[in-house]
């Protein structure tokens, strides 16, 4: 077992630690205060080629493996996880489903733009009345005249309202199967069509500067051909692409347990009681190494999980697990990261309040930590 990284890998985790550590960092505290999307960090992540790193070259990407994706999101996550998720919904939820299910056409019409950061990249699952049981969605599209009649809404939406945003890839119930269930698609819904309605952007406990926004649909019309693959594969598809984000959004997590280990350690050495930084202490250094052998773990948990994503190999289990083990050891992490600041943990001025408030998304955002156990389960054969 082998598990160094290629030259390739390492370059692009460096590259990605100096730039989230030199440019995300310093401005994290003033983007969480401001809620303002970092529109000049996105575009210098465009020019970085961060944007399009797994997609192929003839489509402007940078060809990278899915390991190096992760690595990238760990390492912007672990500067600030507002861009960290900005990167990854607008990678694994935007862009991939039009490079893995879209047709021709469709890849070389909208994948350029989005895959060079010049455009981001939204997509529709979640709407007020269907969250986890995400197969309930209620938006429906009737096709006449061939044109999809789009009416619905959805809810939460990543990158939906940035002035950057070419659109949302949605998905709504577009007839009814033999079997009698409802026949899912997903369809591709430029901004500035009509009857396409973007909210106010939410306000939110973390993640502030990244944006998240309800949708509106009311007699919304797109022609036939904005169908992504094939009618009624819609199900099929966002659970391929779930399954795989779950992969980023572990590494997304590792990024944010490790930036409250990078804290804590820092301030453990700084910090002095009773004549001795508390770093000396034994209670405080049990807490910091068991932060990092937990980080550690969930690392290696969502390396073997993009592993087998890259070897493709069935990788169901080992996501679900990584997402759920990840997350749940950045709450730990920032919970004792607080607890080894004392008081000044409980104020804005040290950013491991903010991590505290941003952590809680990670066991709830694409797929609860509750979903990911009925998976583990199911998996299990239960
Ligand atoms: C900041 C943010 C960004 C987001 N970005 C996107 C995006 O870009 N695109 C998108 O489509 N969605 C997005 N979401 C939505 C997110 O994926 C959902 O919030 C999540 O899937 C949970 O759905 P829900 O909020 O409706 O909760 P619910 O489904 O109502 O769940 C409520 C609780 O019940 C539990 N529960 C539900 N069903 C079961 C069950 N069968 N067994 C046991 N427990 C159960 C859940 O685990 C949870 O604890 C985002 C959400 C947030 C907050």
Known sequence: MDFTLSEEQEAIRDTCKEFAQQEIKPRAAAMDESGAFPYDIVHQMAE????GLPFPEKYGGAGADFLSYCLAIEEISRGDVSVGVTMEAHISLGTMPFYLFGSQEQK??????????????????TEPEAGTDAGGTQTRATLENECWHINGSKAFITNAGTTMTG?????????????GHNEISNLIVPRNTPGY???QA???????????RPLAF???????QNILGRRGDGFKQFMHILGAGR?????????????????????????????????????IQFKLADMATEIELARLMYYKAAWLHMQGKSYTREAAMAKLFASETAKRAADQAVQIHGGYGFMDEYPVSRYWRSVKINEIGEGTSEVQRMLIAKQLGC
């Open 197 to 199: 309605s973007i909210g």
């Open 247 to 283: 992969i980023a959004i572990a590494a997304l997590s590792v990024g944010l347990a490790q930036a409250c280990l990078d804290e804590a350690l820092s301030y453990a050495q700084q910090r002095k009681q009773f004549g001795r930084p508390i770093s000396k202490f034994q209670a």
């Open 167 to 179: 659109g949302v890839t949605i998905t709504a119930v577009t007839g009814q199967r033999t079997d």
């Open 48 to 51: 970085l080629g961060l944007l």
């Open 108 to 125: 070389e019409q909208y994948l350029p733009p989005l895959v060079r950061g010049e455009q981001l990249w939204a997509f529709g699952l």
């Open 218 to 224: 009311e007699d919304c019309i797109v022609p036939a």
């Open 202 to 212: 939410y306000k939110k406990m973390g993640w502030k500067a990244s944006d998240t």
